[in-house]
């Protein structure tokens, strides 16, 4: 029987199951919306539209772990595979960014942030909010 890996987080004290919230849901939605459009207005400055983006890509995540009725309760390590390893980046240089005024973003990670943030949206509209 393959393991569930919220689960695991769970037992690991990384998550903590809570039934799911639909205005929660619906507020995370919406704030990663309003977010993840403004990352894409080329008026304003790179570092803005990533911080963002990276907003943006946070709600949208937190939304997921929401609908299936888990909350963080410390941060989450980044599992593999392409989105998620370019949101472990982003979060990386976001905290650099945010913490000591150091600012590693280029186009490519801005666009690439943007992306697995639409991913993550489309996903949860797919599936729809918690019932």
Do not use: C
Request: charged letters at 30%.
């Amino acid at each position: 029987m393959p393991s569930d890996p919220l689960r695991n987080l769970v037992a690991a004290r990384k998550l903590k199951a809570e039934p799911p919230d639909r205005q929660e849901f619906d507020n995370l939605m919406t704030a990663g919306r309003a977010r993840r459009m403004d990352a894409q207005r080329h008026e304003l400055a790179w570092e803005s539209r990533f911080d963002l983006a990276y907003s943006a890509a946070h709600a949208f995540a937190l939304a997921a772990l929401r609908r299936l009725g888990y909350r963080s309760d410390n941060r989450l390590g980044i599992g593999a595979g392409g989105d998620w390893r370019v949101l472990a980046l982003a979060h990386e240089r976001r905290n650099r960014m945010e913490y000591s005024g150091e600012y590693e973003i280029d186009e490519r990670l801005l666009s690439e942030v943007i992306q697995a943030a639409e991913l993550i949206a489309a996903k949860l509209a797919e599936v729809g909010p918690p019932e």
